[in-house]
Protein backbone atom coordinates (compact mmCIF):
# COMPACT_ATOMS: atom_id res chain seq x y z
CA UNK A 1 0.00 0.00 0.00
CA UNK A 2 0.91 3.21 -0.89
CA UNK A 3 1.71 6.44 1.69
CA UNK A 4 1.91 9.45 -0.99
CA UNK A 5 2.93 12.71 0.44
CA UNK A 6 0.27 15.52 -0.76
CA UNK A 7 2.30 17.69 -3.43
CA UNK A 8 3.19 20.44 -1.76
CA UNK A 9 3.77 22.10 -5.20
CA UNK A 10 -0.28 21.78 -6.21
CA UNK A 11 -2.36 24.55 -5.75
CA UNK A 12 -6.05 24.63 -4.44
CA UNK A 13 -8.15 27.25 -5.40
CA UNK A 14 -9.97 28.03 -2.31
CA UNK A 15 -12.20 31.31 -1.50
CA UNK A 16 -10.76 31.32 1.86
CA UNK A 17 -13.62 34.47 2.79
CA UNK A 18 -16.57 33.05 1.44
CA UNK A 19 -18.39 31.32 4.48
CA UNK A 20 -22.33 31.21 5.20
CA UNK A 21 -24.50 30.31 7.70
CA UNK A 22 -27.77 28.95 7.86
CA UNK A 23 -30.16 29.08 10.95
CA UNK A 24 -32.62 26.35 9.65
CA UNK A 25 -34.35 23.28 11.03
CA UNK A 26 -32.92 19.51 10.69
CA UNK A 27 -33.96 17.21 7.99
CA UNK A 28 -32.30 13.44 9.01
CA UNK A 29 -33.02 12.60 5.16
CA UNK A 30 -31.23 15.16 4.04
CA UNK A 31 -33.37 16.40 1.29
CA UNK A 32 -33.97 19.96 2.97
CA UNK A 33 -33.36 22.16 6.45
CA UNK A 34 -29.86 22.69 7.22
CA UNK A 35 -28.86 19.40 5.92
CA UNK A 36 -29.37 20.84 2.22
CA UNK A 37 -28.33 24.24 2.77
CA UNK A 38 -24.76 22.92 3.80
CA UNK A 39 -24.46 20.11 0.62
CA UNK A 40 -25.17 24.12 -1.36
CA UNK A 41 -22.64 25.78 0.12
CA UNK A 42 -20.29 22.89 0.12
CA UNK A 43 -20.90 22.29 -3.82
CA UNK A 44 -20.50 25.99 -4.81
CA UNK A 45 -16.89 26.10 -2.83
CA UNK A 46 -18.25 27.90 0.40
CA UNK A 47 -17.20 27.02 3.92
CA UNK A 48 -20.94 26.25 5.39
CA UNK A 49 -21.82 26.82 9.40
CA UNK A 50 -25.07 25.61 10.76
CA UNK A 51 -27.64 27.11 13.96
CA UNK A 52 -29.97 24.27 14.67
CA UNK A 53 -33.70 25.57 14.97
CA UNK A 54 -35.57 22.42 15.29
CA UNK A 55 -35.65 18.44 14.88
CA UNK A 56 -37.86 16.71 12.23
CA UNK A 57 -38.64 13.16 11.84
CA UNK A 58 -39.56 13.16 8.02
CA UNK A 59 -38.77 11.06 4.40
CA UNK A 60 -39.92 11.76 1.65
CA UNK A 61 -43.41 10.79 2.60
CA UNK A 62 -43.38 13.65 5.01
CA UNK A 63 -42.97 14.81 8.20
CA UNK A 64 -44.19 12.89 11.26
CA UNK A 65 -42.52 14.71 14.55
CA UNK A 66 -41.48 18.50 14.77
CA UNK A 67 -39.92 18.96 18.35
CA UNK A 68 -38.65 23.09 18.49
CA UNK A 69 -34.93 23.75 20.38
CA UNK A 70 -35.44 26.29 23.26
CA UNK A 71 -34.69 30.14 22.12
CA UNK A 72 -32.09 30.34 24.60
CA UNK A 73 -29.78 27.34 22.99
CA UNK A 74 -30.46 28.72 19.36
CA UNK A 75 -29.36 32.04 20.49
CA UNK A 76 -26.81 30.42 22.10
CA UNK A 77 -25.45 28.89 19.07
CA UNK A 78 -25.92 31.84 16.69
CA UNK A 79 -23.33 34.05 19.05
CA UNK A 80 -20.69 31.20 19.48
CA UNK A 81 -20.62 31.03 15.68
CA UNK A 82 -20.42 34.98 14.27
CA UNK A 83 -18.02 35.75 16.85
CA UNK A 84 -15.46 33.57 16.12
CA UNK A 85 -15.95 32.98 12.34
CA UNK A 86 -17.83 35.94 10.96
CA UNK A 87 -20.44 34.58 7.58
CA UNK A 88 -20.34 36.62 4.93
CA UNK A 89 -23.72 35.85 4.52
CA UNK A 90 -26.84 34.16 6.32
CA UNK A 91 -29.68 32.38 5.44
CA UNK A 92 -32.64 31.24 7.07
CA UNK A 93 -35.11 28.72 6.84
CA UNK A 94 -37.26 27.02 9.17
CA UNK A 95 -37.44 29.07 12.49
CA UNK A 96 -40.61 27.37 14.49
CA UNK A 97 -42.77 29.93 16.24
CA UNK A 98 -42.52 33.89 16.73
CA UNK A 99 -40.48 33.50 19.99
CA UNK A 100 -37.78 32.09 18.13
CA UNK A 101 -38.60 34.57 14.87
CA UNK A 102 -38.09 37.48 17.14
CA UNK A 103 -35.08 36.14 18.87
CA UNK A 104 -33.28 35.99 15.87
CA UNK A 105 -34.51 38.37 13.85
CA UNK A 106 -33.21 40.87 16.60
CA UNK A 107 -29.95 39.65 16.51
CA UNK A 108 -29.72 39.45 12.77
CA UNK A 109 -30.54 43.49 12.72
CA UNK A 110 -26.98 43.55 14.55
CA UNK A 111 -25.39 41.89 11.26
CA UNK A 112 -23.54 43.66 8.96
CA UNK A 113 -23.76 40.73 5.98
CA UNK A 114 -26.58 39.95 3.51
CA UNK A 115 -29.56 38.24 4.70
CA UNK A 116 -31.47 35.51 2.66
CA UNK A 117 -34.89 34.81 4.44
CA UNK A 118 -36.59 31.85 3.46
CA UNK A 119 -39.83 31.78 5.33
CA UNK A 120 -40.78 28.63 5.77
CA UNK A 121 -44.28 29.11 6.47
CA UNK A 122 -46.56 26.69 3.84
CA UNK A 123 -45.29 23.55 2.35
CA UNK A 124 -44.98 23.29 -1.35
CA UNK A 125 -48.67 21.95 -1.70
CA UNK A 126 -50.36 24.69 0.43
CA UNK A 127 -50.36 23.14 4.42
CA UNK A 128 -49.63 25.44 6.98
CA UNK A 129 -46.17 24.89 8.95
CA UNK A 130 -46.53 27.51 11.79
CA UNK A 131 -49.54 29.41 13.19
CA UNK A 132 -50.84 32.97 12.62
CA UNK A 133 -48.45 34.74 15.45
CA UNK A 134 -45.43 33.07 13.37
CA UNK A 135 -46.29 34.98 10.32
CA UNK A 136 -47.37 38.28 12.20
CA UNK A 137 -43.34 37.91 13.98
CA UNK A 138 -42.14 37.58 9.98
CA UNK A 139 -43.86 40.19 8.99
CA UNK A 140 -43.05 42.79 11.55
CA UNK A 141 -39.75 41.68 12.78
CA UNK A 142 -38.00 39.19 10.37
CA UNK A 143 -38.63 41.03 6.82
CA UNK A 144 -37.43 44.33 7.53
CA UNK A 145 -33.56 42.87 8.26
CA UNK A 146 -34.52 40.72 5.44
CA UNK A 147 -31.86 41.42 2.20
CA UNK A 148 -33.66 39.23 0.12
CA UNK A 149 -36.77 37.29 0.70
CA UNK A 150 -37.60 33.98 -0.80
CA UNK A 151 -41.14 33.10 -0.31
CA UNK A 152 -43.02 30.69 -2.47
CA UNK A 153 -46.64 31.46 -3.40
CA UNK A 154 -48.65 29.96 -0.57
CA UNK A 155 -45.98 31.92 2.27
CA UNK A 156 -46.39 34.96 0.22
CA UNK A 157 -50.11 34.84 0.13
CA UNK A 158 -49.89 34.03 4.46
CA UNK A 159 -47.96 36.96 4.65
CA UNK A 160 -50.10 39.43 2.55
CA UNK A 161 -53.06 38.53 4.22
CA UNK A 162 -55.15 37.52 1.05
CA UNK A 163 -55.21 35.23 -2.26
CA UNK A 164 -52.78 35.84 -5.23
CA UNK A 165 -54.34 35.97 -8.73
CA UNK A 166 -52.05 33.32 -11.30
CA UNK A 167 -52.16 36.58 -14.09
CA UNK A 168 -48.61 38.15 -14.39
CA UNK A 169 -49.93 41.44 -13.34
CA UNK A 170 -51.21 39.45 -10.09
CA UNK A 171 -47.97 38.06 -9.41
CA UNK A 172 -45.82 41.09 -10.32
CA UNK A 173 -48.06 42.91 -7.69
CA UNK A 174 -47.72 40.71 -5.20
CA UNK A 175 -44.31 40.85 -5.48
CA UNK A 176 -43.74 44.92 -4.86
CA UNK A 177 -46.58 44.26 -2.09
CA UNK A 178 -44.24 42.01 0.00
CA UNK A 179 -41.26 44.62 -0.73
CA UNK A 180 -43.06 46.69 0.74
CA UNK A 181 -42.98 44.74 4.31
CA UNK A 182 -39.83 45.48 4.79
CA UNK A 183 -37.12 43.24 3.02
CA UNK A 184 -34.50 44.98 0.42
CA UNK A 185 -35.18 42.40 -2.57
CA UNK A 186 -37.98 40.14 -3.11
CA UNK A 187 -37.71 36.58 -5.28
CA UNK A 188 -41.03 35.10 -5.51
CA UNK A 189 -41.23 31.55 -6.49
CA UNK A 190 -44.57 31.94 -8.67
CA UNK A 191 -44.13 28.30 -9.79
CA UNK A 192 -45.79 26.97 -13.14
CA UNK A 193 -46.90 30.14 -15.46
CA UNK A 194 -47.45 29.43 -19.20
CA UNK A 195 -45.18 26.21 -19.27
CA UNK A 196 -42.64 27.09 -17.29
CA UNK A 197 -41.17 27.67 -13.88
CA UNK A 198 -41.33 31.52 -13.02
CA UNK A 199 -39.51 33.70 -10.80
CA UNK A 200 -40.34 37.57 -9.83
CA UNK A 201 -37.69 39.66 -8.25
CA UNK A 202 -38.10 42.85 -7.13
CA UNK A 203 -35.14 45.10 -6.36
CA UNK A 204 -34.34 48.61 -5.46
CA UNK A 205 -34.86 49.84 -9.13
CA UNK A 206 -37.16 47.46 -10.93
CA UNK A 207 -38.90 44.11 -11.43
CA UNK A 208 -38.44 41.38 -13.78
CA UNK A 209 -39.53 37.79 -14.53
CA UNK A 210 -37.26 34.98 -14.62
CA UNK A 211 -38.18 31.99 -16.28
CA UNK A 212 -37.06 28.43 -16.91
CA UNK A 213 -38.03 25.10 -18.33
CA UNK A 214 -40.58 23.27 -16.13
CA UNK A 215 -39.69 19.56 -15.17
CA UNK A 216 -43.01 17.53 -14.76
CA UNK A 217 -41.96 15.46 -11.56
CA UNK A 218 -42.54 14.90 -7.84
CA UNK A 219 -38.75 14.93 -7.00
CA UNK A 220 -38.59 18.63 -5.72
CA UNK A 221 -37.55 17.83 -2.03
CA UNK A 222 -35.74 20.55 -0.36
CA UNK A 223 -35.93 22.29 -4.19
CA UNK A 224 -36.74 25.77 -2.00
CA UNK A 225 -34.26 25.33 0.69
CA UNK A 226 -31.97 24.79 -1.90
CA UNK A 227 -32.51 27.71 -4.00
CA UNK A 228 -31.93 30.43 -1.12
CA UNK A 229 -29.08 28.67 0.27
CA UNK A 230 -27.36 28.68 -3.38
CA UNK A 231 -28.11 32.58 -3.29
CA UNK A 232 -26.57 33.00 -0.42
CA UNK A 233 -23.55 31.18 -1.16
CA UNK A 234 -22.81 32.95 -3.94
CA UNK A 235 -23.23 36.62 -2.46
CA UNK A 236 -20.68 35.32 -0.09
CA UNK A 237 -18.30 34.52 -3.08
CA UNK A 238 -18.97 37.76 -4.08
CA UNK A 239 -16.39 40.66 -2.56
CA UNK A 240 -18.34 42.51 -0.46
CA UNK A 241 -17.02 45.95 -2.10
CA UNK A 242 -18.79 45.07 -5.03
CA UNK A 243 -22.26 46.65 -4.54
CA UNK A 244 -25.18 44.89 -3.23
CA UNK A 245 -27.98 44.76 -5.46
CA UNK A 246 -25.47 43.11 -8.45
CA UNK A 247 -24.39 40.29 -6.03
CA UNK A 248 -27.68 39.44 -5.07
CA UNK A 249 -28.76 40.05 -8.50
CA UNK A 250 -25.49 37.95 -9.84
CA UNK A 251 -26.74 35.36 -7.45
CA UNK A 252 -30.24 34.86 -7.98
CA UNK A 253 -29.12 34.81 -11.83
CA UNK A 254 -27.07 31.51 -10.97
CA UNK A 255 -28.77 29.58 -7.93
CA UNK A 256 -32.38 29.96 -10.58
CA UNK A 257 -30.89 27.51 -12.92
CA UNK A 258 -28.57 25.76 -10.49
CA UNK A 259 -31.91 24.44 -8.58
CA UNK A 260 -33.68 23.31 -12.03
CA UNK A 261 -30.56 21.06 -13.16
CA UNK A 262 -30.91 19.60 -9.48
CA UNK A 263 -34.71 18.97 -10.48
CA UNK A 264 -34.35 17.57 -13.95
CA UNK A 265 -31.58 15.47 -12.24
CA UNK A 266 -33.02 14.33 -9.26
CA UNK A 267 -31.91 10.82 -8.13
CA UNK A 268 -35.24 9.40 -7.47
CA UNK A 269 -34.30 8.18 -3.61
CA UNK A 270 -36.97 7.11 -1.41
CA UNK A 271 -40.70 6.40 -2.34
CA UNK A 272 -42.07 9.67 -2.01
CA UNK A 273 -41.32 13.29 -2.96
CA UNK A 274 -37.43 12.60 -3.41
CA UNK A 275 -34.78 14.97 -2.52
CA UNK A 276 -33.27 17.44 -5.92
CA UNK A 277 -30.00 16.37 -7.08
CA UNK A 278 -27.16 18.53 -4.46
CA UNK A 279 -24.31 17.24 -6.17
CA UNK A 280 -25.09 19.82 -9.34
CA UNK A 281 -25.86 22.97 -7.31
CA UNK A 282 -22.84 24.45 -8.56
CA UNK A 283 -23.81 24.59 -12.13
CA UNK A 284 -25.61 27.57 -12.54
CA UNK A 285 -24.30 29.13 -15.59
Do not use: W
Not at 138 to 149: F, G, I, N, S
Not at 150 to 155: G, I, S, V
Not at 174 to 191: F, R, Y
Amino acid sequence: MSNAEPNPNREIAIALDAIALTIAGSDPSGGAGLQADLKAFQQNGVYGMSVVTLITVQNTLGVGHVELLSPELIIQQYDAVVSDIPPRAIKTGALGNATIIAEIASRLSMCDCPIVVDPVMVSKHGAALVDDAAVEAYRDEMLPVATLLTPNLYEAERLLGRKIGRQLDDLLRATQDLQELGPEQVLLKAGEFEGSQLHVLATAENIVTLAVERHETNQTHGAGCSLSAVIAARIALIPPEQELEARVRAAVDFAIPAINHAVRFAPGYGTGSGPVESRVLHYGD
